[in-house]
């Protein structure tokens, strides 16, 4: 029986791990846990992001959303941060290659960071969105919550930029704590 629980799982993780070096090849940018409850996408990227994969969501707008995650109740490394840009740091994501890797990363919770971020989901899940009854949750506005395939996404519309501004801090916590991490059972 032990066999054959260790065989399952090995050809879990190799079948997660050919997934995820697929998404690379095609030239999606992750970094990050490979199974988060919550993948922040960004669309907006610093040059230093452009750069360098590793550091996507690695400066202050990064630290501040695992701060907040963490404040929260996720685990320290519970997400996982995304490039709706491909690995050249200015193309697009196509909305088919975003919703693969969606499904690939398997979130509970996504969180578009930008307005950039935000487009390109719409544009990835504009059919299931289009099916909401609440118009700001189907339109993704910020801060609205938008139940699509099992899992919530949530568009913060510029948290890089509201860091400056205590106010638009405080804008950008009160729409995250709509985003507590789930309880069992779901």
């Given at each position: ?80 941060a995304l ?90 916590w009160a ?8 309880g069992e059972?779901?």
């Amino acid at each position: 029986m032990a066999r054959d629980t260790h065989g399952r799982r090995d050809a879990c993780l190799a079948k997660a791990r050919a997934e995820l070096d697929g998404l690379a090849d095609a030239g999606v940018v992750m970094a990050g846990n490979a199974f988060p409850a919550v993948l922040l996408v960004k669309g907006e990227l610093s040059a230093t992001e452009r750069a360098c994969a590793s550091a996507l969501l690695g400066g202050v707008d990064g630290d501040a959303l695992r701060a907040a995650l963490s404040a929260l109740g996720y685990a320290p490394t519970d997400w996982c941060a995304l490039s709706a840009l491909a690995d050249d740091g200015e193309t697009p994501l196509s909305p088919g290659l975003l919703r693969k890797a969606f499904a690939v990363i398997d979130p509970t919770t996504a969180i578009a960071c930008d307005e950039t971020a935000a487009r390109l989901v719409r544009e990835a899940f504009a059919d299931e969105l289009a099916s909401l009854e609440e118009l700001p949750a189907a339109a993704l506005e910020p801060g609205f919550v938008a139940h699509v395939l099992g899992m919530r996404l949530m568009n913060l519309g510029g948290f890089a930029d509201a860091l400056g501004d205590p106010r638009e801090k405080q804008l950008m916590w009160a729409c995250l704590k709509r985003l507590a991490p789930l309880g069992e059972p779901y």
